[in-house]
């Protein structure tokens, strides 16, 4: 640093500072009859590097020092949105290269202030001219007058601030300008998003990066919005939220219930919005796009970071998506969802490839990610894979198999389904198993001897439980599990086998009593009217068991209407099974009738495709 008039008071305030920097003070001793170029020359024996070169009467913003820092090539901060000053420097610039830097220039040039950034060769070229002008006794001018001669032997870049605070203060009314705007600046506030349960390096860089810019308020991505974007959550929005509250630099955090920003934005109207570059491209493009738009409104800025996802970082997210397969970690979390969100869904899966289709199937509409959140093991499409019928004749521990394929290349929450549950004898060791592998809910249907599949309704022999045996069965159930996360839930086969609403109504009720933690109400009509006359009476008496549907027939219906009639599980019972194997046969009939394979080439995915379903670890 060098330094001249009022030397000691510089170095006693820089001193006091007590920064972890180490400054060496070099003072021109005839300050008071040379200017800066002198400094300079005095100090030149340090300065045998790369320099950033400033004025000490300079106040800019931070970021304006950081991109000079970051520049690969020489550069000097200009403004193209400043009025061209009178009394301050000013730059002639062609092709984005300072040519000349003065007061006395007004043609083709620019405002201009003096922060440089000079690589150590392009440095050198300039400092040898100041030392040829110092000594041959040229040290009233400017350092830039020994710098306009040479600038055809160096590249200095431009570096354009437009309206970023970057201002010299000379005079009173200097002063007067730069306190209006640090004012301004102290108003700012910057709004980042973040769905991530595992803060790592990179987080705290960006986030150290965006408080320079102003105030920073985080918005934390609520636990449902997140495990409909990527995958359920590990620390819940709370801990997460406190975890924020506590990071250097933040300034306040609140929720944003959604993946899209247009409610934060509306209501904060925050300065500038910072992200990562990466949601350029993919399925974050329209949230962005929505971002721009409502900045546009009020004249916000989005500010995008390189975005980094290094080695370390990915191994961090492999982790985590690891845990969620635990057998502890995952079983809880079916309840977790429903309480979360109020209503889930399923997909059926009865092998480790159709367990990876219900794991990462994505859809994004309109700012929105939809997947699956657990998965479905039926008992038809389980026996169906394996060319057997729906008659409880797959035996448990092939069923288990089916199971153990499907956890391991997935970490969503599985149902399983259970037939009649088999002798309660045998059911309690069932649960057991069940639970201590993972799975989050068992449910067994109301009826005994030779189980047949439901959809055949009373055009096949079939007989229901009585609600004694079945209560029983379901305490047995729940009196063998260990935690209290496992869920029995009692599927009532009343109205399948048309024994009437009364009667179903009273199952419901009578297994919910025996401790029942779900009911599952089934029908085989296609007009849903019975199924939400069940709900809307159940629901009268009992407002907190989550009510399970299987809209096979019923398909009419959305998701979103279930949700409000008080529906909790909508199970997509077989319909892999109902598209992939017809399919198949399909594509074996037209090899057949073609006695080659080519016909069929349009019908299958290509080998890439289908490699790409299947994670490399
Ligand atoms: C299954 O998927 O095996 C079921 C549902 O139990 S249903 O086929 O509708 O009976
Ligand atoms: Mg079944």
């Given at each position: ?190 709004y980042m998003c973040?769905s ?23 918005g934390?991505l609520?636990?449902?919005a997140?495990?409909s974007y ?26 944003q219930k959604d993946l899209s920003y247009s409610e934060n934005l509306r209501k904060l109207k925050p300065t500038y919005v910072v992200h990562g570059d990466d949601w350029k491209t993919g399925f974050q493009k329209t949230i962005r796009d929505e971002v721009t738009s409502i900045l546009a409104e009020y004249g916000g800025k989005l500010v995008e970071f390189?975005y ?54 994505t859809v994004l509409q309109e700012g929105k990610t939809y ?247």
């Amino acid at each position: 640093m060098t330094t001249g008039y009022f030397d000691d008071v510089l170095v006693n305030y820089c001193n006091s500072l007590e920064l972890d920097l180490h400054i060496t003070f070099v003072k021109n001793p005839i300050y008071d009859q040379t200017n800066y170029i002198y400094s300079i020359y005095c100090a030149r024996e340090f300065l045998d590097d790369d320099i950033v070169m400033l004025h000490g009467d300079l106040v800019f913003e931070a970021s304006v020092l950081e991109d000079v820092v970051n520049s690969v090539d020489s550069c000097m901060t200009i403004s193209s949105t400043l009025p061209l000053p009178d009394k301050d420097f000013k730059a002639v610039v062609k092709d984005g290269e300072i040519k000349k830097v003065g007061i006395e220039f007004f043609t083709d040039a620019v405002a201009c202030q003096p922060v440089y950034k000079l690589n150590k060769a392009d440095w050198k070229i300039w400092l040898d001219n100041i030392v040829q002008f110092c000594e041959s006794d040229n040290r009233k001018c400017y350092a830039e007058n020994a710098l306009n001669e040479i600038t055809d032997k160096l590249i200095i870049k431009s570096l354009d601030v437009t309206d970023r605070l970057c201002s010299e203060i000379d005079t009173q009314d200097d002063l007067a300008i730069v306190s209006s705007k640090l004012a301004e600046l102290n108003n700012r506030t910057v709004y980042m998003c973040f769905s991530t349960d595992v803060i790592h390096g990179g987080h705290i860089s960006i986030i150290n990066k965006a408080a320079r810019l102003g105030k920073l308020i985080i918005g934390v991505l609520s636990d449902e919005a997140i495990s409909s974007y990527k995958r359920f959550p590990l620390v819940a929005y709370n801990q997460r939220k406190t975890i924020f509250e506590n990071i250097n630099g933040v300034y306040k955090v609140i929720e944003q219930k959604d993946l899209s920003y247009s409610e934060n934005l509306r209501k904060l109207k925050p300065t500038y919005v910072v992200h990562g570059d990466d949601w350029k491209t993919g399925f974050q493009k329209t949230i962005r796009d929505e971002v721009t738009s409502i900045l546009a409104e009020y004249g916000g800025k989005l500010v995008e970071f390189p975005y980094s996802n290094g080695e370390e970082f990915i191994e961090l997210d492999k982790r985590s998506r690891m845990r969620l397969s635990m057998p502890d970690v995952r079983r809880g979390r079916l309840r977790k969802l429903i309480d979360l969100k109020g209503c889930v869904s399923a997909l059926e899966a009865h092998s480790g490839i159709t367990g990876l289709i219900a794991e990462n199937t994505t859809v994004l509409q309109e700012g929105k990610t939809y997947q699956f959140d657990a998965m479905w093991v039926s008992s038809l499409c389980d026996s169906t894979a394996k060319g057997k019928p729906d008659i409880e004749l797959v035996d448990m521990t092939s069923r288990f198999r089916t199971i153990d394929d499907i956890m391991e290349v997935t970490t969503k929450p599985i149902i399983f389904d259970g037939d009649t549950g088999g002798l309660t004898e045998h059911f309690v060791y069932t649960v057991k198993s069940l639970e201590r592998m993972g799975v989050s809910m068992v449910i067994i249907e109301d009826k005994t001897g030779l189980k047949k599949n439901s959809l055949f309704g009373t055009e096949v022999e079939q007989t229901q439980d009585s609600i004694e045996n079945f209560c029983e069965k379901i305490k047995a159930g729940k009196n063998a599990q260990k935690t209290s996360e496992f869920m029995i839930c009692a599927r009532i086969e009343s109205l399948i086998l048309e024994r009437g609403m009364e009667d179903a109504l009273e199952r419901a009720f009578a297994f919910a009593g025996a401790g029942a933690d779900a009911i599952m109400i089934h029908s085989r009509k296609k007009d849903p009217a019975e199924i939400f006359e069940f709900v809307e009476k159940f629901r009268a008496k009992d407002t907190t068991t989550p009510i399970v549907v299987v809209p096979t027939s019923f398909n009419t219906v959305t998701e979103e209407e279930f949700k409000a009639r008080g529906v909790n599980v909508v199970i997509y019972a077989n319909q892999l099974t109902r598209s992939g194997f017809p399919a198949m046969q399909k594509a074996a009939q037209t090899i057949l009738e073609n006695h080659r394979a080519k016909e069929a080439d349009d019908m299958c995915m290509s080998i890439k495709e289908i490699i790409t379903l299947i994670p490399e670890d």
